[in-house]
């Protein structure tokens, strides 16, 4: 999960988090699909914690079959 820092004057409820009451200069965490959502408001909230990479799966190895040797 992502952080962000709640920078209003006077405490907001956020039903996004549940309806949770969010304080001035309180850091919550967001979830991170929805962080750009917060910090695009740049009067309100600002980054803490960015939402971590998703890691990228390994990449595929194909595998082939053993070539029969001569002689055998």
Known sequence: MA???FLGPEPVTVPELGGREVHPDEVVE?????????????????????P??????????????????KGD
Request: with cysteine; glycine share 2%.
């Open 3 to 5: 952080r962000v820092r």
């Open 30 to 50: 967001v979830p991170d699909e929805r962080f750009e959502g917060y910090v695009c408001q740049t009067a309100n909230w600002e980054a803490v914690e960015e």
């Open 52 to 69: 971590k990479a998703a890691e990228e799966p390994a990449p595929l190895v194909k595998k082939t079959a053993a070539k029969p040797q």
